[in-house]
């Protein structure tokens, strides 16, 4: 996803939009997101004196690993965003625009006569995401000891430590 600087700026202030919808792979072209999911990302951009300002939402649903059982789940999100880039001067028409596009992420800055907004809107995606997603607020996980999902069972070696407490609990009673 790019915006276009001249057209932006002859529209002078006005705001030009752009959107996608699609599947991850087809939105950040990589390999780190499993296959499935889907991704909106609708953008308004203007032009003010030296600056481009981005605004915009995403909304996203993909299939996530959740931190304790490992199991995978659907995820919805939605976020929006709000940023300003330093228009700097200096052509970059011969430049990758991935290398562009992390500096437009990473500086705020776009140079030449597009603003690539890929990496930008990967790290707003990335933010927005849990540090330890859960498949439910509860989830119970997997026993360290044998792997067991115990979401779907208790495996033998709870059964035996239960019953371990309960012969302490009965010795205890018993003295
Ligand atoms: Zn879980
Ligand atoms: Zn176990």
Do not use: W
């Not at 996203?60 to 300003?84: G, K, W, Y």
């Not at 562009?100 to 990496?119: D, F, I, S």
Request: net charge negative; proline share 3%; glycine share 6%.
């Amino acid at each position: 996803m790019r915006i276009y600087l001249p057209e932006i700026k002859r529209s002078k202030g006005e705001a030009v939009d752009l959107s996608f919808r699609g599947s991850f792979h087809d939105f950040f072209g990589r390999d780190e997101y499993p296959a499935g999911g889907s991704i909106e990302v609708i953008v308004s951009a203007c032009a003010e004196s030296d600056k481009v300002i981005v605004r915009g939402s995403m909304q996203a649903s993909l299939d996530i690993e959740c931190s304790r059982c490992l199991r995978l789940f659907r995820q919805e999100m939605h976020t929006e965003f709000h940023e300003a880039f330093l228009i700097v001067s200096g052509s970059a028409d011969d430049e990758d625009p991935d290398l562009l596009a992390t500096a437009a992420a990473n500086e705020l800055e776009v140079r030449g006569n597009y603003l690539y907004l890929k990496e930008f809107l990967r790290q707003v995606f990335i933010l927005d995401q849990e540090y330890s997603p859960l498949c439910r607020p509860d989830c119970r996980g997997l026993c360290k000891d044998c792997g067991t999902d115990l979401n779907s069972g208790i495996c033998d070696c709870r059964l035996d430590s239960q019953v371990d407490l309960r012969l302490i609990k009965l010795k205890e009673l018993i003295r």
